[in-house]
């Protein structure tokens, strides 16, 4: 049964200006689910221009009532849960256990940015001078621009545009046409809790269209994105130029390190649970086990077990594992991937092709797939995959380790197993990611922590966390001299 969805522009429900419309497709079963808005550059400046039109009420309204706005949405979000993420599983695939994970990741963030309502702390310091007083304060920006990716439809772009509504701007979300119906369900969360028209526009449609306009769109103060490294570096070059505010999240190649003296059983769960959990779909996913030569073949062994013992199938249904790639592009990039590496030596000890059998033929399913024999500089052990597919690395030490983890193009999220202090102590010093995991592995960062990386992974923010409104507002310094006089700081001081 397909329906039709609308744009969300100025509290409006519209379709595209052109009429035309694209299918959302069920990765899992090749079903039609519905038909939604393929807008263009026209629908976009239509929806800037409801989103600026909108921000000085927005601003003006006081903070703490923005955050008792989204606290409303939060509470919605959480009493919607069963419904969402059941839609969300249908556009996207993953199972329902972590669609429902997904879903409440907005949940928390809803009231973490609530909260912060009644925060949104500046500082006050003492001035230099006599009877002046000084102080600065967090400000908006104006209107923020949401591009997201399909991976985690409802978690990231609440990461996004809860802290950039409750720190007084207004938004345009494009999200990603894989997902849209996550999108789409959003904006009808805001406008049943009450959101002023325009504050919050949605509009869908691909990256040529609607993504690319929004970056040159004189309208947006600030694109905050995530998705591919090659689309974030022109999207920051063309920010550069234009000189507006970017905050870029991209890819990862996360590596588990595995000392000799972990709990391997321990370390193999996580391994399987990084590495296949969400289809390997995670910019947080675990695609390199860096394991001690003393552990490696019981660690292979134990993770190969698991992977070969996943149920793959359609997310909704009961006892499914792990669901389908996204679509036949990314299917066809994972199967790239194994005669990337086949022809540069590794070795396929589970999986490594399409999945097919009942349940599986009209889906993108791939197999839970182990290559072992990597070596560290090998094209799948550098570049992300973003499929089900770790690759083993064998270290002979601590020190290599670390530097093979630390030696790629990515820097979001790493993790070590052992039960030496003096090794996690090590690692959590000297593992260059933005998201370091002790016995733990690589994915299930939590909404109060910054969200980000290094290197190509992102350019310096940090999403989330006490650094939610970081990308979102501006610093203004505020000084008042009550001296009745002319006063010269740096000058009178002397
Ligand atoms: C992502 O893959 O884009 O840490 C986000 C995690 C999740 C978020 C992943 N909480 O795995």
């Known amino acids: 049964m397909s329906q039709n969805f609308l744009n969300y522009i100025g509290g409006q429900w519209i379709p595209a200006r052109s009429g035309r419309t ?6 899992a079963t090749g079903a039609a689910l519905g038909e939604f808005p393929e807008s263009g550059p ?3 400046d239509a929806a800037v221009r409801a989103a600026r ?3 000085r009420a927005w601003q003006l309204t006081p903070a703490p009532k923005r955050g008792e706005l989204l606290y409303r949405l939060g509470a919605l979000i959480a009493q919607k849960k069963e419904e969402l993420a059941r839609a969300a599983t249908r556009e996207m695939g993953k199972i329902l256990l972590e669609t429902r994970g997904d879903v409440q990741e ?13 925060r949104l702390y500046g500082f006050t310091t003492p001035s230099e001078m006599p009877n002046k007083w000084a102080m600065s304060l967090r400000v908006p920006i104006g209107v923020v621009g949401v ?5 985690f ?3 990231v772009p609440t990461w996004k545009i809860f802290p950039a509504l409750l720190a007084g701007n207004t938004v345009v979300f494009k999200p990603s046409e894989e997902t849209p119906e996550m999108g789409w369900h959003l904006a009808k969360l805001f406008e049943e809790v009450g959101l002023p028209a325009g504050v919050f526009n949605v509009v869908h449609g691909n990256g040529p269209n609607v993504g690319w306009p929004m970056v040159q769109h004189p309208g947006v103060d600030v694109v905050s994105f995530t998705g591919s490294n090659a689309v974030g570096t022109k999207i920051a070059t063309e920010g550069a130029r234009l000189g507006k505010r970017v905050s870029l999240e991209m890819g990862g190649k996360n590596g588990v390190i595995v000392m000799d003296d972990a709990d391997i059983s321990l370390a193999a769960n996580a391994v399987a649970w990084g590495a296949f959990g969400t289809t390997g779909q995670r910019c947080t996913a675990t695609s390199r086990v860096i394991v001690h030569e003393r552990v490696h073949d019981e660690l292979v062994k134990l993770v190969t077990q698991r992977a070969q013992a996943l149920k793959l199938g359609d997310g909704l249904l009961e006892g499914v594992e792990m669901g ?26 589970a999986g490594g092709a399409r999945a097919s059998g009942e349940g599986l033929n009209s889906g993108f399913f791939f197999q839970p797939t182990v290559l072992t024999n990597v070596q560290p500089g090998m094209r799948v052990a550098q570049e992300e995959i973003f499929g089900p597919v770790v690759g083993f690395v064998k270290v002979k030490s601590l020190e290599e380790a670390i530097a093979v983890n630390n030696d790629t193009p990515f820097g979001l999220s790493s993790s070590i197993f052992t039960a030496n202090v003096n090794a996690a102590f090590t690692a959590m010093r000297d593992l260059a990611t933005g998201i370091v995991y002790v016995n733990h592995g690589t994915t299930g960062a939590e909404t109060h922590l910054p ?9 310096g923010h940090r999403e989330a966390g006490h650094t939610m409104l970081d990308a979102f507002t501006e610093w203004k310094s505020v000084y008042v001299d009550f001296s009745g006089k002319v006063q010269r700081a740096q000058i009178d001081n002397n």
């Open 22 to 27: 694209f299918t959302n497709l069920n990765p």
């Open 42 to 44: 026209d629908d976009l």
């Open 53 to 55: 039109a909108a921000t």
């Open 106 to 118: 907005g949940v928390d963030m809803a009231y973490l940015a609530a909260g912060e309502g009644r």
């Open 147 to 151: 591009i997201t990716a399909w991976n």
């Open 153 to 155: 439809p409802f978690a």
């Open 324 to 349: 389908p790639l996204v679509n036949a592009r990314q299917l066809e990039r994972v199967s790239g991937y194994m005669k990337v590496g086949a022809a540069e030596g590794a070795k396929v000890v």
């Open 451 to 459: 969200f980000g990386g290094t290197r190509g992974t992102g350019n």
